[in-house]
T-cell receptor, first 113, second 114 residues
């Protein structure tokens, strides 16, 4: 089992460019999440998907869109990247039904110039 | 809204020293509490958790006790090793939590020197 995988690992964009961050999990988890990690601010939730076919905004959704393609995959799209979106992005998944742990991917380091 | 506050870092200790990282929370209801660890260049992984008052979570020599009266979940280890150098995050999940949403503290960097 690979757990939670993310692609790419690193990306550099110019302001205004678009890109999609990919995430997949092979644990048959119901819920999936996208976070961003910035120095001194911990992890902040961008969007989440409680189950296949549903998505909801988190704490910092502006400038992002998501797609829950199927139970395994949850992608994050930046339509017009801004320097303020320079961050490390983590995808996570969770087996619904209680205080179970979230499993995290290795992260994508994104720089927007 | 719910929130988690951790002590400021970085925390620098010598090997075999005693570690405490403070964590306090604000939540309505009765949250579950977690400590996650992030090693350099990696994603977060669960270190320990506690789901009700007075529960003690423990793993790899780390411990934390859910204290409802002080709304705290401090992380402790009796003797740290260089390999414990990492960023530690305290987090909570408030009911109803079938989505598993977590609220994280800002993280505390621990550096252990030989």
């Amino acid at each position: 089992n690979a757990g939670v995988t993310q692609t790419p690992k690193f990306q550099v964009l110019k302001t205004g460019q678009s890109m999609t961050l990919q995430c997949a999990q092979d644990m048959n988890h119901n819920s999936m999440y996208w976070y961003r990690q910035d120095p001194g601010m911990g992890l902040r939730l961008i969007y989440y998907s409680a189950s296949e076919g549903t998505t909801d905004k988190g704490e910092v959704p502006n400038g992002y869109n998501v797609s829950r393609l199927n139970k395994r995959e949850f992608s994050l799209r930046l339509e017009s990247a801004a320097p303020s979106q320079t961050s490390v992005y983590f995808c996570a998944s969770h087996l619904a039904g209680g205080p179970n742990e979230q499993f995290f991917g290795p992260g994508t380091r994104l720089t927007v110039l | 809204g719910d929130s988690v506050t951790q002590m400021e870092g970085p925390v620098t200790l010598s090997e075999e020293a005693f570690l405490t990282i403070n964590c306090t929370y604000t939540a309505t209801g009765y949250p579950s509490l977690f400590w996650y660890v992030q090693y350099p260049g990696e994603g977060l992984q669960l270190l320990l958790k506690a789901t009700k008052a007075d529960d003690k979570g423990s793993n790899k020599g780390f411990e934390a006790t859910y204290r409802k009266e002080t709304t705290s979940f401090h992380l402790e280890k009796g003797s740290v090793q260089v390999s414990d150098s990492a960023v530690y995050f305290c987090a909570l999940s408030s009911p109803p939590s079938n989505t598993g949403k977590l609220i994280f503290g800002q993280g505390t960097t621990l550096q252990v020197k030989p």
